[in-house]
């Protein structure tokens, strides 16, 4: 079984780290790391298009990318790893990626390149930051791999699950709850200073406050102690809404031909 192993917070990160340790110590199981070489937060799914990127091996035997996650991934799955891997895995992340969060996520991103290779893909994040309790949320995330294998998951249809692991001892965590996402309130305001310059810089605000936090969110799971599961998809398209947006359609292309008519 072989597993590739990426994240956003870069190579070195502790996530990392400890998600590279306890996937290795599962009988059978080859993981190897390919993740950005500096933190690359919100990065989402964005490819770097118009420089090169370059592969490096660090001093803790992983390979480093001057990219994005989505790099990593799709280098590695095209060309750099010579194999194709059967399961992608992305972090431990430095911080809850709930609701809103997995748009701009660049954890989730690592996964889901994976996922859109037709490779089963798992995000791992931890719901507070500074890696508290990291090696129990390690563990955790070991024992989760471990229950795909055992349920023979990976291997069959690709599949993208989002995961978010309470910052508590192994021993007080819930269960797994199988989650929807929930919603944040928009973006606190933009942050503006004035630079040595005398131009004015601007920082991107904090992420909102849960909206949504229902019993069955995400939030909702992990605020209770439990571990949030997610399973996304990549498909943006407003199904509920075709219809009506099939007759707006069939207007403007009414409108359209007129105007060429004329």
């Not at 996937?23 to 770097?48: D, F, M, Q, R, Y």
């Not at 290779?117 to 791999?145: N, T």
Request: charged residues 15%; contains cysteine; glycine residues 10%.
């Amino acid at each position: 079984m072989k597993i590739l192993i990426s994240n956003d917070d870069g190579y070195q990160a502790p996530g990392i780290v400890a998600l590279h340790a306890a996937l290795t110590s599962i009988e059978g199981v080859e993981a190897e790391v390919v993740a950005p070489e500096h933190n690359n937060s919100a990065k989402s799914n964005a490819l770097t298009l118009h420089s090169p990127l370059y592969v490096h091996r660090g001093a803790n035997g992983f390979r480093y990318v001057n990219g994005t996650p989505a790099d990593c991934v799709h280098i590695a799955m095209t060309g750099l790893l010579g194999y194709r891997p059967d399961l992608v895995v992305s972090g431990i992340n430095n911080g809850a990626n709930m609701g809103d969060d997995t748009i701009y996520s660049g954890t989730v991103g690592a996964a889901m390149e994976g996922y859109l290779f037709g490779v089963p893909a798992i995000a791992f994040s931890q719901v507070q930051r500074d890696w508290v309790e990291l090696q129990a949320a390690a563990q955790k995330a070991k024992q989760i791999v471990q229950q795909m294998l055992q349920q023979q998951l990976v291997g069959q249809a690709p599949w993208l699950l989002n995961v978010n692991i309470p910052n508590l001892p192994l021993e007080q965590m819930g269960g797994v709850k199988l989650c929807r996402l929930g919603r944040r309130h928009s973006a606190e305001p933009v942050i503006t200073q004035v630079s040595p310059r005398g131009e004015t810089m601007y920082w991107i605000g904090s992420a909102g406050a849960a909206k949504d936090d229902a019993e069955g969110t995400d939030f909702h799971a992990t605020a209770q102690g439990h571990v949030s599961m997610t399973p996304l998809k990549v498909d943006l398209t407003d199904h509920e809404h075709l219809v009506y947006w099939a007759q707006t359609a069939s207007r403007l292309d009414g409108s359209a031909g007129a105007r060429a008519a004329a």
